[in-house]
């Protein structure tokens, strides 16, 4: 008799997790480079052999992950020369004392060791490995569409920009980085934009939406609970008076 | 409920985004100002199950994990130093930048911080100095009896002194520029200091290997530009309700919870 409770508190639970998903999104709606996320909910049947009996004949849901949403956030001009966008598929290579991370947030800055870094002071590699160093005296770094970097028209290399077969399977690990255990895959035909950084892509609307939509269901679950309850008391009470 | 805090992590972000815009709009009309941008990064995920862990005995691996982030935060408010309007004020000692490059000024303890806000004075000794008194680098003393400061475009300063003919050359006023801008350290003041993020300062001849050129009795206005400070005020202030939203749906969730049985 108490399946109903469980389905429905399998609901509840991944609306709770969807929820959690909406926020992140919504907090996130002006983080450069960041992508929208959405879960992906399953449903899990109970075992075949148990079919034929009624009481096990039900299905629940089960969160199975969450997707990214991958579409280009729009491009905003800053005017900062270290400021690149990635107009297209890819991610920048940056070092970590982990190994090799992946992030499209551009928004780089210089160290004290004058390494081209992230704005969390990791450094940006180029399409060989190498750390990306801008010599002392330089007055303008410039960077071309093909990633390569030149200070005061003198080549310092070309950024690594790569891609992998299943952008789904990368691990955020937050600020922006991302990581995958697939091999990388060097990019050609992307155009990285010098001064301009790209936005979130959550559409913040949507994500009102969504909002709504899951606390509109998470009210009914509730409900659904209480008609449940409720139900149950009548059952026992009017049983328990013809005992009687 | 995780969404609870997440959104509260949304708001102090967003509160940090108005806070920077409304400096911006409070300095519209400072000279020299650079308008700032904040730049936010995604928390740290909470991995509930790894993408690419197996799922089942037969080495079938889960194609997307579920990982759920823990809010937003501001990793950078920086500089955008793009060239600010300039506005021809008459005077002579207020000097504009025309392109890239920085006035470098003698701070009262001996270091040196740069300005773009080229609005010079004269002090008691015939030394430029800012509207603070700090002394604009390389020192120059402006010699007794002078009726007219001449500045020119690649900043060698000329005084025609009283009863001369011919104007006596003063000095020369060197810019500094730096490989990564938006890396300096504003001090308050229009003043700025270098960091290791800014590189190493590089001086040189106004007009010289791309430095800017002077531009006399005339005064670089602020760069912000007040119809995309206050497009980006309305944003930050939606996003801002939209987080308070999500803490109110958060916090109606819960409550439907409690009144269960």
């Known amino acids: ?244 | 409920m995780r969404s609870l805090s997440i959104g509260a992590t949304g708001m102090l972000a967003q509160q940090t985004n108005v806070e920077v815009i409304s400096n911006n709009i409070a300095n519209m009309t400072t000279s020299g100002f650079k308008q700032q941008r904040a730049e936010f990064q995604d928390l740290l995920y909470q991995n509930i199950r790894r993408p690419g862990s197996q799922s089942s005995d037969a080495g079938t691996i889960v194609p997307t994990g579920i990982q759920i982030g823990a809010g937003v935060k501001t990793a950078a408010v920086y500089r955008i130093h793009t060239q600010g309007s300039i506005v021809i004020t008459g005077n002579e000692l207020d000097l504009a930048i025309n392109g890239k490059g920085f006035f470098q000024i003698e701070m009262p303890d001996g270091t040196t911080s740069y300005t773009r806000a080229g609005s010079f004075q004269l002090n008691a000794d015939g030394q430029i100095v800012t509207s603070d008194g700090y002394t604009l680098l390389p020192g120059l003393t402006i010699p007794q009896g002078t009726t007219d400061i001449t500045i020119d475009a690649s900043g060698q300063v000329q005084a025609k002194i009283d009863g001369q003919t011919d104007p006596q050359t003063v000095g020369q006023i060197e810019l500094a520029d730096f490989p990564n801008e938006a890396g300096l350290e504003s001090l308050g003041n229009n003043l700025y200091r270098e960091t290791p993020a800014s590189g190493a300062p590089v001086t040189g001849i106004p007009g010289v290997d791309g430095l800017g050129t002077i531009e006399q009795g005339s005064i670089e206005q602020s760069n912000v530009n007040v119809v995309s400070e206050i497009t980006s005020l309305i944003t930050a202030q939606r996003a801002y309700e939209m987080n308070s939203r999500v803490i109110k749906t958060s916090d109606e969730m819960m409550g439907s919870l409690s009144q269960l049985g």
Do not use: C, W
């Open chain 1, 1 to 244: 008799m108490e399946n109903t409770s469980l389905i429905v508190l399998s609901r509840a639970a991944a609306l709770e997790r969807q929820m959690a998903v909406v926020s992140n999104n919504i907090a996130n709606v002006n983080t450069t480079a960041f992508k929208g996320e959405s879960p992906l909910f399953v449903e899990y049947m109970m075992k075949p052999e148990k079919f034929s009996d009624p009481l096990n004949n039900y299905s629940m849901v089960l969160d199975q992950g969450t997707a990214r949403n991958m579409t280009p956030g729009a491009l905003i001009q800053t005017g900062n020369p270290l400021d690149l966008a990635l107009n297209g598929d890819g991610y920048f290579e940056v070092d970590t004392l982990d190994g090799k991370r992946y992030t499209r947030n551009g928004s780089f800055t210089q160290n004290d060791q004058r390494e081209l870094t992230t704005s969390s002071g990791l450094p940006v590699l180029d399409d060989t490995g190498n750390r990306i160093n801008i010599p002392v005296g330089t007055r303008e770094i410039t960077v071309s569409p093909d990633g390569s970097v030149f200070a005061d028209q003198v080549s310092l290399g070309k950024l690594g920009v790569y891609t992998f077969p299943n952008e789904q399977r990368m691990r955020p690990l937050g600020n922006g980085l991302l990581l995958s255990e697939e091999k990388p895959k060097a990019v050609e035909d992307t155009k990285i934009q010098q001064g301009f950084l790209e936005q979130s892509n959550v559409q913040s609307v949507t994500e009102m939406t969504n909002m709504i939509a899951v606390s509109r269901q998470y009210e009914n679950v509730q409900r659904i609970m209480k008609n449940e309850h409720d139900l149950l008391r009548n059952a026992y009470s009017k049983l328990s008076k013809i005992s009687a």
